[in-house]
């Protein structure tokens, strides 16, 4: 299971008081991890890395690279999104969530569950908001 940056962020801002229970419950069934775009984009919530590495470890959520694989089927997503008439001329974040979540077979955890169905229709997309 990945949980996408805007969930991670909401966590460690206790946006949601369900929200920290719901992810101890997963954790129970599932590792629990992000890659490191997921780091960077909840890196300014944090005063330093190892801050952001402590908050990460006592969660319980691991930290994975992303493969050359994963990298190809993020550009082919992209490729699709400017076929759509897109209009970003760089990748976007959540093509290379998606598709390491896709290739891997992890279930995403994201509050924009629209978005990445657009691009990866085989993932399963769980909106913590409406899944509490």
């Known amino acids: 299971m990945i949980l996408d940056s ?3 962020i909401a966590l460690f801002q206790r946006e949601q008081a369900d929200l920290f229970d719901r992810i101890s419950r ?3 069934s599932h590792a629990i991890r992000i890659n490191l775009v997921i780091y960077a984009e909840c890196a300014p919530s944090f005063a330093s ?3 952001l590495r402590l908050s990460l470890n006592a969660l319980g ?3 994975e690279d992303l493969t050359l694989p994963e990298g190809f089927r993020a550009g082919q997503a992209y ?3 400017k076929r759509r008439g897109g209009e970003k001329q760089t990748i976007l974040p959540d093509f290379l969530i998606g598709a390491q979540a896709e290739l891997r077979g992890w279930p995403l955890v994201t509050r924009d569950r629209k978005g990445f169905a657009s691009y990866f229709p085989d993932l399963q997309v769980i909106d913590p908001t409406e899944d509490l």
Request: hydrophobic share 40%; charged share 35%.
């Open 61 to 63: 959520i691991g930290i």
């Open 26 to 28: 997963w954790r129970r």
């Open 49 to 51: 890395d190892d801050g």
């Open 6 to 8: 805007n969930v991670l």
């Open 79 to 81: 490729a699709e999104y």
